[in-house]
Antibody, heavy 116, light 113 residues
């Protein structure tokens, strides 16, 4: 059974940093591109970033370019999202997903709240 | 960016009724080389993460009831639930994976009368 378990979501002040993790199991992690998708409270879904199987290629939405970094450790079957210079508009539940056309498997999400 | 427009924003139906919801893209999602439409439908029940229902515009995922039917091509797509059940209460999102950034529609909220 495919499992994606996110962690690391907390309350953080604007301008600060935090790192999300996603532990994967039940599939060959290294064979799947992976993505982060977020959902602000009571809002719709918004793609954040995607990383290739090797980690050699990464893609970001414009609003997070230069602030967020997606990475992966295939030996640990873990996906990461480093988030710097956080803004209030980054407040959302962040979901880890597999990204092999389309987004087939989703974690339960982790809530990031950016507020002073 | 490809803009995805979903209508209606919400819909209330009685159990057993048929419901249709629309998704339109600002450019064609049909890739000429493989004749595939890069369009997916997701179901998000209250308090849960999204679940993939349909990929390639009309391919139902394993375990998804056959009352969920995806159709359409190019820029116009439809999700039909042939006989709505109480457990279908959810928000339904379409998503294009033709190009980056991946983009979603704003969702259709299905309510059961």
């Amino acid at each position: 059974e495919v499992q994606l378990v996110e962690s690391g979501g907390v309350l953080v002040q604007p301008g600060r940093s935090m790192k999300l993790s996603c532990a994967a199991s039940g599939f060959t992690f290294s064979s799947f591109p992976m993505a982060w998708v977020r959902q602000a409270p009571t809002k719709g879904l918004e793609w954040v970033a995607t990383i290739s199987t090797s980690g050699g290629s990464t893609y970001y939405r414009d609003s997070v370019k230069g602030r967020f970094t997606i990475s992966r450790d295939n030996a640990k079957s873990t996906l990461y999202l480093q988030m710097d210079s956080l803004r209030s508009e980054d407040t959302a539940t962040y979901y880890c997903t597999t990204d092999r056309d389309p987004l087939a498997y989703w974690g339960q999400g982790t809530l990031v709240t950016v507020s002073s | 960016d490809i803009v995805m427009t979903q209508t209606p924003s919400s819909q209330a139906v009685s159990a057993g009724e048929k419901v249709t919801m629309s998704c339109k893209s600002s450019q064609s999602l049909l890739y000429s080389e493989n004749k595939k439409n890069y369009l997916a439908w997701y179901q998000q029940k209250p308090g849960q993460s999204p679940k993939l229902l349909i990929s390639w515009a009309s391919t139902r995922e394993s375990g998804v009831p056959d009352r969920f039917i995806g159709s359409g091509s190019g820029t116009d797509f439809t999700l039909t639930i042939s006989s709505v059940q109480a457990e279908d209460l959810a928000v339904y999102y379409c998503e294009q994976y033709y190009d980056t950034p991946l983009t979603f529609g704003s969702g259709t909220k299905l309510e059961i009368k």
